[in-house]
């Protein structure tokens, strides 16, 4: 059974870092494109980021470039995505999905996704 | 950024009839939309992609159509475990900058 579970989230001060973690289980992870999806209730679901099988390249929304990084682990079959400058508006359910083949942005599965919660 | 709009915002429907959900692309996606479905506490799950094409293990009651700006999901006969929140979402982009809908929430009218 392919399987996504993502840990690393929690409440973090404005400003400050997360880094989430996904670990991947059932299939051959090295061959997958992966993402990285967030949701708010008031903005629904939101692309966050992208990397490719190989790590590189690598995509990330407009509202995150440059305070995120997306990476994985191919030996340890795990992504991840390094959060910095953490802002209000990052609040959300980040879920990671992997590509549904390689080179389409279908996205199946999904992890049951880690909330991260930027407050003072 | 390609913006996907979503029609109606909710949507009554009795179990056993016809649900039609809608989504507009505001630039052509050619075929590269994909629906979800979410049930309350859990991740999106993929129904279908490249616009009607049903993912795996997903009833032949789902129905896509559509190609370019519009598409429609067609729920035939709806279930009990059909009523959730309904999301489309464009791949067509590259470099990826993927978009989702505002989302249908389908109810038991």
């Known amino acids: 059974e392919v399987q996504l579970v993502e840990s690393g989230g929690g409440l973090v001060q404005p400003g400050g870092s997360l880094r989430l973690s996904c670990a991947a289980s059932g299939f051959t992870f090295s061959s997958y494109e992966m993402n990285w999806v967030r949701q708010t209730p008031g903005k629904g679901l939101e692309w966050v980021s992208y990397?490719?099988?190989?790590?590189?390249?690598?995509y990330y929304a407009d509202s995150v470039r440059g305070r995120f990084t997306i990476s994985r682990d191919n030996g340890k079959n795990s992504l991840y995505l390094q959060m910095n400058s953490l802002r209000a508006e990052d609040t959300a359910v980040y879920y990671c999905a992997k590509a549904r083949t390689s080179g389409t942005g279908a996205l199946e599965p999904w992890g049951q996704g880690t909330l991260v919660t930027v407050s003072s | 950024e390609i913006v996907m709009t979503q029609s109606p915002a909710t949507l009554s429907v009795s179990p056993g009839e016809r649900a039609t959900l809608s989504c507009r692309a505001s630039q052509s996606v050619s075929s590269n939309l994909a629906w979800y479905q979410q049930k309350p506490g859990q991740a999106p799950r993929l129904l279908i992609y490249?616009?009607?094409t049903r993912a795996t293990g997903i009833p032949a009651r789902f129905s896509g159509s559509g190609s370019g700006t519009e598409f429609t999901l067609t729920i035939s006969s709806l279930q009990s475990e059909d009523f959730a929140v309904y999301y489309c979402q464009q791949h067509n982009n590259w470099p990826p900058m993927y978009t989702f809908g505002q989302g249908t929430k389908l109810e038991i009218k």
């Open positions: 990397i490719s099988s190989s790590g590189s390249p690598t």
């Open positions: 490249g616009g009607s």
